[in-house]
């Protein structure tokens, strides 16, 4: 739960699964300071460092923003590599226990004509005073996966990291059904370019963010307007958590949000952040339905 704060308590409407534009659905942080914040694409909730939110511009910028959760910037990095369209970031393990990893996804593709497409994967820093949007600190131990999907291209602007097992997920974008492609752990020690493999198809368009909940249990997906959420057993395979229906889950949606790309699960596993793309915009905090209740209501 977020610490100290008195959070909102969701509704019956909560239920009703269509566009959040209720102000009151969401606790405003702060604001997002600095010009450079302008284009939020995907964004990480740090279990390492309390309070702060790893955030990227969409495209072909290099850099990565820690931000406090009240919005004020704590630092920069960059990427020593060249990127195409980095549409998500993700925080998840990968390495020795206890190591937390950001996977880091260049994986936009709105002509559908990438070849392949990468994720990057590098040890969580520590946030550096003195590293500036012009002066960024470089990222160091930065490994590369290149993948390719079975089917041929896709736009995808969604990366989850599964914490029960380091597999990856990329949710493609989509008028109608989502897809979702699966990179298993192993794959970081493949050569060359790893296939992907298809898990489901799920109800819901447009996806422009998603995040599994750090206890593993829940999954969510995000457009600008909604959001949905999945539910998972312990132990459960995530393609059968997928084939169960979904759960709306809120979000501010336009105009409180412009243009939200943006969701990430706090490292507690009660609640979530949302960002949307544009100047100065806000950080929303939302509760989670209590897990009982949503287990209850998926089972419908």
Request: glycine fraction near 10%; aromatic fraction near 8%.
């Amino acid at each position: 739960m977020f610490s100290g704060t008195t959070l909102v308590v969701f509704t019956a409407g909560w239920l009703a699964l269509g566009p959040r534009t209720q102000a009151q659905d969401g606790l405003a942080l702060g604001q997002l300071s600095g010009g450079q914040l302008k284009e939020i694409s995907g964004l990480a909730a740090s279990r390492q460092h309390p309070g702060v939110l790893w955030v990227h511009n969409d495209g072909k910028d290099q850099r990565l923003f820690a931000v406090r959760t009240n919005g004020q910037l704590a630092a920069v990095f960059r990427l020593p590599l060249p990127v195409e369209d980095v549409e998500d970031i993700a925080r998840g393990p990968g390495g020795p226990a206890g190591t937390d990893f950001l996977y880091v996804g260049d994986i936009g593709d709105n002509a559908e004509e990438r070849a392949t497409i990468r994720v990057y994967r590098v040890p969580e820093p520590t946030p550096r005073p003195g590293t500036s949007p012009k002066q960024p600190a470089t990222l160091t131990d930065v490994e590369t996966l290149a993948l390719r999907y079975p089917d041929g291209p896709h736009d995808a602007e969604a990366l989850l990291c599964d914490p029960w097992t380091s597999d990856l997920y990329i949710v493609t974008k989509q008028k109608k059904r989502a897809r979702v492609y699966r990179a298993p752990a192993d794959a970081w020690t493949c050569p060359g370019v790893v296939l992907l493999s298809f898990l489901s198809e799920v109800p819901f368009a447009q996806v422009s963010a998603g995040d599994i909940s750090p206890d593993g249990r829940r999954l969510l997906l995000r457009r600008e307007d909604a959001a949905v959420m999945w539910t998972r057993a312990a132990g459960e395979p995530m393609a059968a958590a997928l084939a169960k229906g979904p759960l709306p889950a809120a979000v501010m949606g336009p105009p409180a949000e412009p243009n939200g790309e943006a969701i990430a699960w706090a490292p507690d596993s009660q609640g979530y952040y949302t960002l949307s793309e544009g100047k100065r915009q806000p950080v929303y905090f939302f509760n989670a339905p209590p897990e009982a209740a949503s287990e209850r209501a998926a089972s419908r």
